[in-house]
């Protein structure tokens, strides 16, 4: 492989599939970069969380104003689209479409 050429060998935990691949670490051969994580479902959970939670709070800071107070501001291209109900009333035209059908 060219160098600057990354393999990641996913089954690094039973021994790896690439012959260069040293189980549970990262190596350089030859400017090829090999990784042979032993259990690399385990780490993301972490990163999905981590990204989750950042979603969350900008979305949130749409929502709150510099006083700290709910402002919903449904011009917002996010804040709007992803409103169903305001006042008591449907304002998402996709909800408002299912919720047609469904009475149907």
Request: proline fraction near 4%.
């Amino acid at each position: 492989m060219k160098p600057g050429s990354v393999i990641v060998d996913l089954a690094g935990s039973t021994g790896g599939n690439c012959a260069a691949s040293t189980p549970g670490e990262t190596v350089d051969r030859d400017g090829v970069v090999i990784m042979s994580p032993l259990n690399l479902a385990a780490t993301v959970p972490i990163h999905a969380s981590q990204l989750y939670s950042r979603n969350v709070a900008a979305f949130l800071k749409l929502l709150i104003d510099d006083k700290g107070e709910l402002n919903i501001d449904l011009s917002d291209d996010i804040v709007g689209s992803t409103c169903v109900l305001n006042r008591g009333e449907v304002v998402n035209t996709r909800i408002a479409a299912a919720l047609e059908t469904a009475t149907r």
